[in-house]
């Protein structure tokens, strides 16, 4: 009788396998490593997309989760009008924006900051009913160094979980909440806390609208309970998937320079960005996508009977 090979003699634990074959006409596409992240070039974010261009980079981000462009100057103006060519704009529930642009996030960090944004891996507003589909940021003021955004793919956490895992996950829901991330924490830049902040309940495996894929869809900023089973489980639950999401195998690491963009999917990518500058200033803008409210499409082998 043949016995299975021991686990740490059955090969990579994430087998990515090939991108699509289909070549990009207008775009050159540079993979950062085979789970996620491609640079992007022959593309000025400043101007209109053609409508082959608009296809071609909502191809690499669908391929790529992530894609990430240099030397990039875009107005605000030219930054919000690329945003809404991919649908409606996001307005942040408690970030300062832009004088007159409520829709152009700021980004900012230096020696006077008490913290910087997306310190902790997130899904950009998670707790919205309908969370952000992407986000552009736009980083035209880097440190020396450092400053890097580490992104994580959630299709790659999900897909290294055993079977018997993603059976436990599938159809399991839980609440993303934005009062202890957001409350106070902009009040040393005079804003305003709101009476209350936004919280969702969403699946915890979410299938990506666009490629079927499914993601892991909770993450440590926000979710903070898992519903219909016991809060202990849930805590205990929540512990070993946020630390399974951060295995470094699904992440890719991005080096900044002035006048990057990075654009990522926010419904199978999380993020977390390294404050390890001060006392250097590192700042951009930020637009962000609305999406639709999440939903979970069981896989035929991982349904819930
Ligand atoms: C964020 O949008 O969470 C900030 C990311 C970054 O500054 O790199």
Redesign the pocket.
């Known amino acids: 009788m043949n016995h299975p090979a021991p686990a740490h003699l059955q090969g990579p634990r994430i087998k990515t396998g090939q991108p699509s074959a289909t070549p990009y006409q207008t775009l050159s596409v540079k993979r950062l490593t085979p789970v996620l992240g491609a640079e992007i070039e022959g593309i000025d974010l400043s101007r209109e997309l053609s409508a082959l261009q608009f296809e071609e980079v909502s191809r690499a981000l669908a391929e790529h989760q992530v894609i990430f462009f240099r030397d990039q100057h875009p107005t605000p103006e030219q930054h919000l009008a690329f945003g809404q060519r991919f649908g409606q704009l996001h307005r942040h529930p408690a970030a300062p924006h832009a004088p007159g642009l409520p829709d152009l996030m700021i ?1 900012q960090a230096d020696e006077h900051s008490p913290r910087a ?2 310190e902790m891996w ?1 899904s ?1 507003v998670s707790c919205d009913a309908e969370p952000p589909m992407g ?1 552009i ?1 736009y980083i035209h003021t880097c440190p020396p160094s450092g400053g890097d ?1 580490l992104f994580a793919s959630m299709y790659a956490a999900y897909d290294a979980l055993s079977d018997r895992m993603k059976q436990y996950l599938s159809g399991l829901t839980a609440v993303h909440d934005g009062e202890h991330v957001y409350r106070g924490t902009y009040a040393n830049l005079g804003v305003q806390d709101k009476s209350l902040y936004p919280r969702s309940v969403h699946p915890v495996v979410r299938t990506h609208p666009v490629t079927g894929r499914q993601a892991l869809y909770v993450n440590r900023g926000f979710t903070t309970r898992i519903l219909g089973i016991p809060a202990d489980e849930s805590e205990a639950m929540l512990r070993l998937l946020f630390t399974h999401m951060e295995n470094p195998l699904f992440q890719c690491r991005f080096r900044w320079e002035p006048h990057s963009v990075a654009f990522w999917d926010n419904r199978c990518v999380q ?1 977390r ?1 390294m404050w390890d500058y001060w006392p250097h200033t590192r700042s951009g803008f ?1 637009v962000t996508v609305l999406g639709d409210a999440p939903f979970y499409q069981p896989s035929s082998d991982h349904a819930t009977t």
């Open positions: 980004i944004n997306g997130h950009d986000s940021l955004t993020h960005a930020r």
